[in-house]
């Protein structure tokens, strides 16, 4: 039993290492490629994680064609708590995109789903050295255009995928200014963090 719950907490480790290192990446190596055969297998653990009334309501897209990476690109907005920053130059962009889709023939709430299947592909391409992020502020009519995508799916998240090419690290939470994200002046990232400490609630055990 103890060595079972040793290995327990071996696994958790190695787990919460995964976790902490799948920081959003905004910056990446432009000349490290990532195949469509790539992002397909990472949409694929999509299908594999848990769904309200096991539904499944989701649909990707990924692209990876450098033609149509280059026409998506101008349809995400980036780190809005960078206002001077105006996203990732030429060289440092992703290199393929998944884009997820809610099938509105099979439900219309999509929230839960999203999430779940957005940090199950963001984990997945951390643990194979990938990094990217999830974006949500999109110009939603013009890759509808660009993707040919009928009405009947709605446009939710667009993660940008491709080899890290910045320093990320995650800072305990700070009361003066607790969730922007900054960058130093040698460009490391810092991510604030609320400590575990203060996102367990303890309401008390004595009965009501
Ligand atoms: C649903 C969702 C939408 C997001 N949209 C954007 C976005 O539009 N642009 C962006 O740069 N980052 C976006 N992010 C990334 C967050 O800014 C990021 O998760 C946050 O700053 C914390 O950093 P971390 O992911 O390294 O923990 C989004 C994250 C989530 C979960």
Redesign the pocket.
Known sequence: MARQGLNGMAGLQRFRDLVLRS??I?RFDESAGVTGETLRDLAELACYVPSPRNLQPLKFLAVSDPERCKALFPM??????LPDWPGPEPGERPRGYIVMLGDTSISRDFACD??IA?EAIMLGASSMGLGG??????ERDGLRRLLRIPGRYELL?VLAIGRPAET?V?DEMDEADPVR?WRDPNGIHH?P?RRAGDIMADFGDDPC
């Open positions: 920081r959003s905004r995400l907005g980036w780190a809005g708590y999203s999430g957005a992020c999830i974006i949500g502020s999109l998240l990320v995650v994200y991510v963090k």
